[in-house]
RNA sequence: UCCCCGAUAGCUCAAUGGUAGAGCAACCGGCUGUUAACCGGUUUGUUGUAGGUUCGAGUCCUACUCGGGGAGCCA
């Protein structure tokens, strides 16, 4: 007897076979003729196997008859071709194990659908209930799909600090590390808070990009990426915002401003492919219960070549398209959502990848063009989700370098180490950062972020 | 953080300032190779918290908490 998933139980392939199926019950259905269905889940797919359990079974008054939803059983049976519709196979069982029951009183999960939002409540238990457990694979499907893309390429996946002390990383609001008494703080002469006496000597905090670190990789081996968690102290409170979040942060040397945007939508593109053609019945899912255009969208990205846009031109669109905006559009302000918005999802109706921004409204890292107006700036933008990827051509100038940092009153001193790279050996070199939150969302249709991931931490929240 | 909306049974929701209800779930019974099964019956409440107005508040007012939508920041 081979133990196998409810994946492959539900193949036709697998008629015949005498097999073990270990999962959850989703359901019980009795028929009076003497037999019950019971509907078996074990995470391996959308789908559940069916059960037929015969009353012959010694236990089956004892103990068939009152499983319910989220007992968990061991099935010994026999696959076979189902005479009924629905489903290509079901299970003759056995034997039928329980090993923990679900109190059907109390268990907060029903056969019927639940609201978001109370799934979010019950985090420990939703990744049990369909949508999770689809977007619990779609997302793996995704992470998967990345590796195996910057793999296939030659890139390095390099490992970026977490805690770091670079508290200038200009990217937000960081998160203070510290083993510090916060009751009885270490004070110097000047009654500052003493931080000399802390754990690393000085002040530290959860990293907010791991970009600078993949610059100094990608300076010395080509071409690198990270891919860990990241952390934001923003009090943002939105569908597209989580404190604690997956960022993949590419990094090449010798790749302009044009190679960066090729690899960038030759990424997105195979994220997409790779869902569809790897989690088809997960994406059939989507499309049915969440978002009717799930489907359409990724095969439209697939097949579509992104449109490439200047953010002048971007602009030169907005002033003429007719679309009245709550706020104004003007060169040398920065987009908002609802500009870009307008582009991605009524405009184009396509991915859009925006380039050539104003330097003012730009970070300090970004290469200058010779125009001196703007900077080598990349966003690419999805419909429905906004800004998915944010990238750049970085300046590998050292004189420019150190003039833009003091421009954004940045001390060159405390990035010596940055500089360094531009001092020895400097190369041309461009990189991007994804979020792998707002990938899944853009992939599934999920509506909020605190649904894609596990555990969301967000303000005011920090949960399970 | 700002603007708007909401919070009533385990879940999803209704209830003109005047006796708190329905569907689903659960439980009992019936029926059936069933498919979110179906049919009949039973049970289910500190109306988010704290104040206030009123003869009377789920309903009106104030504050707070939590949730949703939008905005800002961004990925």
């Not at 971007?314 to 002033?319: D, G, S």
């Not at 990238?391 to 360094?420: C, F, I, N």
């Not at 596990?454 to 399970?464: C, E, L, N, T, Y």
Request: charged share 25%; glycine share 8%.
């Amino acid at each position: 007897m081979d133990k196998i998933s409810v994946a492959q139980a539900r193949q036709v392939e697998a008629v015949g076979r005498e097999v073990r199926l270990q999962g959850w019950i989703r359901t019980r259905r009795d028929s009076k003729g003497g037999f019950s269905f019971l509907e078996l889940n074990d995470g391996s797919c959308q789908g559940n196997v069916q059960i037929l359990a015969d009353a012959s079974l010694p236990n089956y008054q004892s103990e068939i008859l009152h499983l319910t939803a989220g007992c968990s059983v061991t099935v010994d049976g026999v696959v076979r071709a189902s005479p009924a519709k629905g489903q290509a196979t079901e299970v003759q069982a056995q034997a039928v194990t329980v090993h923990g029951w679900a109190d059907a009183a109390k268990y907060p999960l029903q056969k019927k659908g639940h609201s978001m939002e109370f799934l979010r409540e019950q985090a420990h238990l939703r990744p049990r209930s369909n949508t999770f457990g689809a977007v619990a694979r779609v997302r793996n499907c995704i992470c998967r799909s990345i590796h195996d893309f910057f793999q296939e390429r030659e890139f390095l996946y390099i490992h970026a600090p977490i805690v770091t002390a670079s508290d200038c990383e200009g990217a937000g609001q960081m998160f203070r590390v510290t083993t510090l008494d916060l009751g009885k703080l270490p004070r110097n002469e000047q009654g500052e808070i003493d931080y000399t006496k802390d754990f690393f000597g000085r002040s530290t905090y959860l990293t907010v990009s791991g970009q600078l670190e993949g610059e100094i990789f990608a300076c010395a081996l080509g071409k690198a990426y990270t891919f860990g968690p990241t952390f934001r102290a923003e009090n943002s409170n939105t569908s597209r915002h989580l404190a604690e979040f997956w960022m993949i942060e590419p990094e090449m040397a010798f790749y302009e401003l044009t190679d960066n945007m090729d690899l960038a939508e030759a990424f997105l593109k195979r994220i997409c492919r790779d869902a569809l053609e790897r989690c088809p019945e997960d994406m059939k899912f989507f499309a049915e219960r969440i978002d009717k255009t799930a489907i359409s969208t990724l095969e439209g990205v697939v097949k579509s070549q992104f449109v490439r846009l200047s953010y002048t031109e971007a602009v030169e669109i907005l002033l003429k398209c007719g679309q009245s905006f709550e706020f104004p559009v003007a060169w040398g302000t920065d987009l908002q959502s609802e500009h870009e918005r307008y582009l991605t999802e009524q405009h184009f109706k396509l991915p859009v990848i925006l380039y050539d921004y104003p330097k003012a409204i730009k970070a300090f890292y970004m290469r200058v063009n010779d125009d001196g107006k703007t900077v080598r700036a990349m966003d690419v933008l999805v419909p429905r989700v906004g800004e998915i990827i944010g990238g750049s051509q970085r300046e590998e100038r050292l004189d420019v370098l150190e003039s833009r940092m003091k421009e954004h009153k940045l001390d060159p001193s405390a990035y010596w180490w940055y500089l360094d790279l531009r001092r020895y050996g400097t190369v041309p070199h461009s990189g991007f950062g994804l979020g792998l939150e707002r990938t899944v969302q853009f992939v599934t249709g999920m509506a909020n972020i605190r649904d894609v991931i596990p555990f969301p931490r967000v303000p005011g929240s920090a949960d399970f």
